[in-house]
């Protein structure tokens, strides 16, 4: 069975830029998380998709980041504009359902210069 | 809001010796999750907990609930160098699994 797929793996770019990054969940997870993954901290929750609509995003910082799930499947986590304080792994996972284990994709390292 | 916190934030032992890390949570947690973490890699699920009290082994690993919800523990029986790594816990309190990871606790094993 394939994993969750992430890409990119690396991104760097200057503060005020944009970014977006890409996730293709298990294939029949319906459950979709996005996780910021500061260096030394444990993983927190920017936002979680049922199918394709958003369970919770109160930790999103709404006024620079976005996500949509398109069709319930692959989704992306754009930043615009981008701040020092963003750089971190972005971390996408996936479940069957709400009240599952979640699978972890390898993440995308960025960096804000 | 809801806070899950870790200790101790680091353990270094010798191959052999035993490892507990512990994760508190300022309310009543649904159920919890623990999470390794190698390093340079993602989060790697381990278990579920969700009854109070409850108690689970995996093989070297046990892993334990505490009876008001609020608290658990990991203990590794004689840590081996494959055990390398941070390992996270992660408490819910919603009805959508919405988790909440504590710091972690990185744990360095020398042979």
């Known amino acids: 069975e394939a994993g969750v797929a992430q890409s990119p793996r690396y991104k760097i770019i200057e503060k005020r830029q944009s970014v977006a990054f890409w996730c293709n969940p298990i294939s029949g997870h319906a459950t979709l998380y996005w996780y910021q993954q500061i260096l030394g901290q444990g993983p927190k929750l920017l936002i979680q998709?049922?199918?394709?609509?958003?369970?919770?995003d109160s930790q999103l910082p709404k006024d620079r980041f976005s996500a949509e799930r398109l069709k319930g499947v692959d989704s992306t986590l754009k930043i615009q504009p981008a701040k020092l304080e963003d750089s971190a792994v972005y971390l996408c996972?996936?479940?069957?359902?709400?009240?599952?284990?979640?699978?972890f994709g390898p993440g995308t390292r960025l960096t804000v210069l | 809001g809801q806070q899950v916190m870790q200790i101790p934030q680091y353990q270094h032992v010798q191959e052999g010796e035993d490892f507990t890390t512990y994760c508190n949570s300022s309310t009543t947690l649904s159920n919890i999750q623990w999470y390794k973490q190698r390093p340079g890699g993602h989060p790697v699920f381990l278990i579920q907990?969700?009854?109070?009290?409850e108690v689970k082994k995996q093989k070297r690993l046990t892993f334990q609930f505490g009876e008001a919800k609020k608290n658990s523990s990991l203990h590794i029986t004689a840590t081996q160098t494959t055990d390398v790594g941070t390992y996270f816990c992660a408490g819910t309190t919603g009805g959508y699994n919405k988790l909440i990871f504590g710091a972690g606790t990185r744990l360095a094993v020398h042979p």
């Open positions: 996972a996936s479940s069957l359902g709400m009240s599952y284990e979640q699978f």
């Open positions: 907990l969700v009854k109070s009290g």
């Open positions: 998709f049922q199918n394709n609509g958003v369970v919770d």
